[in-house]
């Protein structure tokens, strides 16, 4: 079956640091790929989408590229603010089933 | 322009009761999906609605838990008897079609918690 490994958090960093939160997956043929995220209290949000090896999926300064030869997905940021500071969730989604297979979630807290 | 509604946030049940959760999806969206969050792990799968038809439920336990999208009102995920191991977070999504699934808007989520 489809499966999801993120790294496990917390990842604590200081405001402004580089970030990366490694996301590898294990599906039968091409899946899509996501990142959610979800702020204390709230429900998940898109936060980046990629449906095709090598595509890059970004927004608001963050990226991560769909790699189908390791299998990968990782997060990145060049310059995090505390306002980041949320669980991110991993994702993806076969062209079979009608579900999100999610990854464990990582909680980032990015201190002033 | 709400977004998607749950209710309880907060839930407790004791042993042997029955949990009715809430969700009512984004104005405009006629398809549900259920997820479950255990302590410590990623949102699992349960079902999929859309109104008046379960189209997966490939991902609810075979007793005790049912769910239901009618024509009219909320969404509910319905747990008969529960056990402690039914403590969890209960997450609701709603999109505006199928093709556009990865438009899943989450709602707050339930959590119950069984004593």
């Known amino acids: 079956g489809n499966s999801v490994t993120q790294m496990e958090g917390p990842v604590t960093l200081s405001e402004e640091a580089f970030l990366t939160i490694n996301c590898t997956y294990t599906?039968?043929?091409?899946?899509?790929l996501f990142w959610y995220v979800q702020y204390p209290g709230e429900g998940l949000q898109l936060l980046l989408k990629a449906t095709k090896a090598d595509d890059k999926g970004s927004n608001k300064g963050f990226e991560a590229t769909y790699r189908k030869e390791t299998t990968s997905f990782h997060l990145e940021k060049g310059s995090v603010q505390v306002s980041d500071s949320a669980v991110y969730f991993c994702a993806l989604k076969d062209n079979a089933g009608n579900m999100l297979t999610f990854g464990g979630g990582t909680r980032l807290m990015v201190k002033p | 322009n709400a977004g998607v509604m749950q209710n309880p946030r907060h839930l407790v049940r004791r042993r042997g009761q029955e949990a009715r959760l809430r969700c009512s999806p984004m104005k405009g969206h006629s398809h549900v999906y259920w997820y479950r969050q255990l302590p410590e792990e990623g949102l699992k799968f349960m079902v999929y609605?859309?109104?008046?038809?379960?189209?997966?439920e490939s991902g609810m336990p075979k007793e005790r838990f049912s769910a239901e999208f009618p024509k009219e009102g909320p969404s509910i995920l319905r747990i008969q008897q529960v056990v402690r191991g039914d403590s969890a977070a209960y997450f609701c999504?709603?999109?505006?079609?199928?093709?556009?699934?990865?438009?899943?808007?989450f709602g707050p989520g339930t959590r119950l918690t069984v004593t």
């Open positions: 599906a039968t043929g091409y899946p899509s």
């Open positions: 999504a709603s999109s505006p079609t199928q093709d556009r699934f990865y438009e899943q808007y």
């Open positions: 609605l859309q109104k008046e038809n379960i189209i997966d």
